[in-house]
Nanobody, 119 residues
């Protein structure tokens, strides 16, 4: 059973930093997946925040550019989201997603982790 387990969330003051991690268990070939971080704030739709492809190229939603950095370690089956200069509007549940490159593979989601930015 493949699982994606997020860690690193919590409460931080505005301007602070957090690093989220998402580790996948055995059962998937990590490099066969595009890894993404989504977030969902109360009363809002889930939003794609950052994407990292197998080769390492990245994409970000405009609101986090320059503040968030997504990285991956294919040897550790782990993807990270470094967040700096956090704002109250970054408060949300953050979800890790593994999107397969090949159509015969399935997609996986983590359970979500709370990030709260508040003074």
């Amino acid at each position: 059973q493949v699982q994606l387990a997020e860690s690193g969330g919590g409460l931080v003051q505005p301007g602070g930093s957090l690093r989220l991690s998402c580790a996948s268990g055995s059962g998937i070939v990590f490099r066969d997946y595009v890894m993404k971080w989504y977030r969902q704030a109360p009363g809002k739709q889930r939003e794609l925040v950052a994407t990292i492809f197998s080769g390492g190229s990245t994409k970000y939603v405009e609101s986090v550019k320059g503040r968030f950095t997504i990285t991956r370690d294919n040897t550790k089956n782990t993807v990270y989201l470094q967040m700096i200069t956090l704002r109250p509007e970054d408060t949300a549940v953050y979800y890790c997603n593994a999107h397969p490159i090949f159509s015969w593979l399935r997609e996986y989601w983590g359970q979500g982790i709370q990030v709260t930015v508040s003074s």
